[in-house]
Each structure stands twice: as structure tokens, then as C-alpha cells.
């Protein structure tokens, strides 16, 4: 007989988690699913300093200054801790409503608007809250069941509530909001330099190098004035790319600067939330440049609300091999007492205490001087306890 035995296996909440998001290292990095943009941001920067540092900076170095490498290699650290930064952690997303707190947002809003007709549209579920003597609208998210915070919104590629929501970038493969948004502009803003920087002493490169062909200077590292191989294909390949990236990177930067000077968010920008017709003052902003820079760059950075390691407990049925345990006063049945008494027996015939019994013979099995004629009586078994004579 075999026996169900509930056993519980251990399962962390991100394993859970509802949304379109990806999770590694048991739930300490967390990134959006689409992640090849990520890759590619990956390959051009690695591959870029990667040819700077293999031949621009060792030439460099003996013909200007040590320093140049030094520096660049600083930059790009900065620059890779930064984007490792805003890509593996939480950009601050809101968890979503449980079904009992569900069902009661949806009780307090029925008694609010009330019943209504059939065929009518419902009235929009909005909360008005009010931030420094202003009126801001909180909007009701059916996906996550809750009413957003201020400046909240749901990222429809991570289907996630996203608290201070920007934007959601591919090249870094998240979503960037209140606990990312710092490590985002200092990583465009590092990686503008960065790009400046190569971009520059690619020209300078390429302009010593034009000097050694033409024998004014010399050439440092072996080579010979009026070499071939100056202007190489690599040291090309590298200034389009910065030439490229540079534009795009440090608008980039200068837009995200302005954001950060005004205390707003792209997505806020976009919607002409404090722009445009509706003329409302920005209540987030303190009126000063440099307060708002220090509350977007250096104020306390919130903790994440998901728990994403925390233990969940769910029970797991199994099989295992074992007697049935049966209620007192109940008996087995015939086929399964049959069984136990020939276990039992064999078991004694082992140990020697009780002989084996001497199986039964027919009529047709019995020996000749033994077998009854057709309508002879049985013989009486002997009585036992008689003596024999």
C-alpha cells in the first residue's frame, strides 16, 4: 500500500510575481524580457574602449601623457557600474492589489458612484489628492487592481505599475523610475564623456599619426616615419561610431538635465502634465534648480516594496511506500489476512521455533495404500491427544 505524505517546498515570492519581467540569481536581478538592445549597448561600448585601449592609448601614452589611459579607464568603470546598475535592479514597481484588497476598492467605489444603468458608461475611477495646495488625480489601474501613487504609471512592456515612472528604455533593458533614475542620468551622462573623450583622442591619434607619416614627428613604439598602416581600419570604425553615438548620447543627456532642473519625468514631459493647455503649476518643484537636482541625484532612495526573496510555503503530495495504518477494530480482508499469515508463517519456519506445515494431498495425489475406493467413508482424522498403541 502506498501512502500520501504532504511534504512543503520552499518558494521565493519572485517566482510569483506577476508581470513581464526577468529574474536571475535567485531573484536579486531583475530585468525586462526584451533584452537584445541590452546586448547590443553591451557589445558597442566593450568593443569600443576595448580598440582604444588595445591600440589609441598604448600609442598615446609614450607619445602625450600616462594619464589618458588612466583617466579613460576610470570613465569606463563608471560608466559599466552605472548601466549594470539601472538594468539589474527595480525601477520601483508597486505591487498589485491582493483579491481581498481588490474587492474592496471595487465595494468603496460601487458606494461612491453609486449603481449604474445598464448600457451607461461607468464614471472614470479617479481619487483627487491633494500636493503642496494643488489638486493632483490618482488613477485607477485595472490591471493592478490599486490606485496609483502621484506620478505612477503602468509600463505596458513590463505590465508593472512603476512608481515615478520616466520611461522604459531598451538600451538598458528596464524600465527607469524612482529607485533607478539616478543611476540612469549618470550613466548617460558618464557615457557622454566617455564618447567625447575617445572621440577626441581618436582625432588626436589619427593627427599624430598624419605627423609621423609626413616625418615631422617621430613615430614612438617601432614605427617608422611614412608607414602604410596609420590610418588603420579599426581607428575609422571607432570615430563613426563615437561620432554617432555622440550625438544622440549628449542630447540625451542635456534632455534628462533639463528634466532634472525642472523635477520632472519624461512621461510627464511627453503628456504635457504641467505644460501646455493645462497650465498647472509643477507642485513637485521647489523653485530652485539646485533643490531639485539634489532630490532627484542625492535624495534617500526608497526600499523596494516586492520582497522579491521572501519565502513562500507551498505544500507538495508524494508517494512513499509503506504499511496503511487501519482504525482500531476494523479487520482486513480475507485475501490480505491470507497473505499476512503466510508471511508469518515463513517467517517462523525461518527462525525454527514452528515446522513448516505439511501441505494438504487430494484423493488423486495420495499414495497407492492410501486412496479410497469410490464410496468408501472417510477415514476420522486421529484424535488428538491419543496415545498410540
Given at each position: 500500500m502506498s501512502v500520501m505524505v504532504a511534504r512543503k517546498k520552499v518558494v521565493r515570492k519572485w517566482e510569483k510575481l506577476p508581470g513581464r519581467n526577468t529574474f536571475c540569481c535567485d531573484g536579486r536581478i531583475m530585468m525586462a524580457r526584451q533584452k537584445g538592445i541590452f546586448y547590443l549597448t553591451l557589445f558597442l561600448i566593450l568593443g569600443t574602449c576595448a580598440l582604444f585601449f588595445a591600440f589609441e592609448c598604448r600609442y598615446l601614452a609614450v607619445q602625450l601623457s600616462p594619464a589618458i589611459p588612466v583617466f579613460a579607464a576610470v570613465l569606463f568603470l563608471f560608466a559599466m557600474a552605472t548601466l549594470l546598475r539601472t538594468s539589474f535592479s527595480d525601477p520601483g514597481v508597486i505591487p498589485r492589489a491582493l483579491p481581498d484588497e481588490a474587492a474592496f476598492i471595487e465595494m468603496e467605489i460601487e458606494a461612491t458612484n453609486g449603481t449604474v444603468p445598464q448600457g451607461q458608461r461607468p464614471p472614470p475611477r479617479i481619487k483627487n489628492f491633494q500636493i503642496n495646495n494643488q489638486i493632483v488625480k490618482l488613477k485607477y489601474c485595472y490591471t493592478c487592481k490599486i490606485f496609483r501613487p502621484p506620478r505612477a504609471s503602468h509600463c505596458s512592456i513590463c505590465d508593472n505599475c512603476v512608481e515615478r515612472f520616466d520611461h522604459h528604455c531598451p538600451?538598458?533593458?528596464?524600465?527607469?523610475?524612482?529607485?533607478?533614475?539616478?543611476?540612469?542620468?549618470?550613466?548617460?551622462?558618464?557615457?557622454?564623456?566617455?564618447?567625447?573623450?575617445?572621440?577626441?583622442?581618436?582625432?588626436?591619434?589619427?593627427?599624430?599619426?598624419?605627423?609621423?607619416?609626413?616625418?615631422?614627428?617621430?613615430?614612438?613604439?617601432?614605427?617608422?616615419?611614412?608607414?602604410?598602416?596609420?590610418?588603420?581600419?579599426?581607428?575609422?570604425?571607432?570615430?563613426?561610431?563615437?561620432?554617432?553615438?555622440?550625438?544622440?548620447?549628449?542630447?540625451l543627456?542635456?534632455?534628462?538635465?533639463?528634466?532634472?532642473?525642472?523635477?520632472?519625468?519624461?512621461?510627464?514631459?511627453?503628456?504635457?502634465?504641467?505644460?501646455?493647455?493645462?497650465?498647472?503649476?509643477?507642485?513637485?518643484?521647489?523653485?530652485?534648480?539646485?533643490?531639485?537636482?539634489?532630490?532627484?541625484?542625492?535624495?534617500?532612495?526608497?526600499?523596494?516594496?516586492?520582497?522579491?526573496?521572501?519565502?513562500l510555503h507551498q505544500e507538495e503530495s508524494t508517494a512513499q511506500e509503506g504499511p496503511c495504518p487501519r482504525a482500531p477494530g476494523t479487520q482486513e480482508p480475507p485475501a490480505t489476512q491470507g497473505t499476512r499469515q503466510a508471511e508469518e508463517s515463513s517467517m517462523k519456519q525461518q527462525d525454527g521455533s514452528i515446522p513448516p506445515p505439511t501441505p494438504s494431498l487430494s484423493d488423486t495425489e495420495m499414495p497407492e495404500e492410501k486412496q479410497r475406493t469410490p464410496g468408501e467413508p472417510p477415514v476420522p482424522p486421529p484424535v488428538a491427544g491419543r496415545a498410540e498403541h
Open positions: 538600451w538598458v533593458g528596464n524600465c527607469v523610475g524612482k529607485r533607478n533614475y539616478r543611476y540612469f542620468y549618470l550613466f548617460i551622462l558618464s557615457l557622454s564623456l566617455l564618447t567625447i573623450y575617445i572621440f577626441t583622442f581618436n582625432i588626436v591619434y589619427v593627427a599624430l599619426k598624419k605627423l609621423v607619416c609626413l616625418g615631422l614627428v617621430t613615430g614612438g613604439l617601432g614605427l617608422l616615419p611614412g608607414c602604410p598602416l596609420s590610418l588603420t581600419v579599426l581607428t575609422v570604425l571607432e570615430v563613426l561610431i563615437c561620432f554617432f553615438t555622440l550625438w544622440s548620447v549628449v542630447g543627456t542635456g534632455f534628462h538635465t533639463f528634466l532634472v532642473a525642472l523635477n520632472q519625468t519624461t512621461n510627464e514631459d511627453i503628456k504635457g502634465s504641467w505644460t501646455g493647455k493645462n497650465r498647472v503649476q509643477n507642485p513637485y518643484s521647489h523653485g530652485n534648480i539646485v533643490k531639485n537636482c539634489c532630490e532627484v541625484l542625492c535624495g534617500p532612495l526608497p526600499p523596494s516594496v516586492l520582497d522579491r526573496r521572501g519565502i
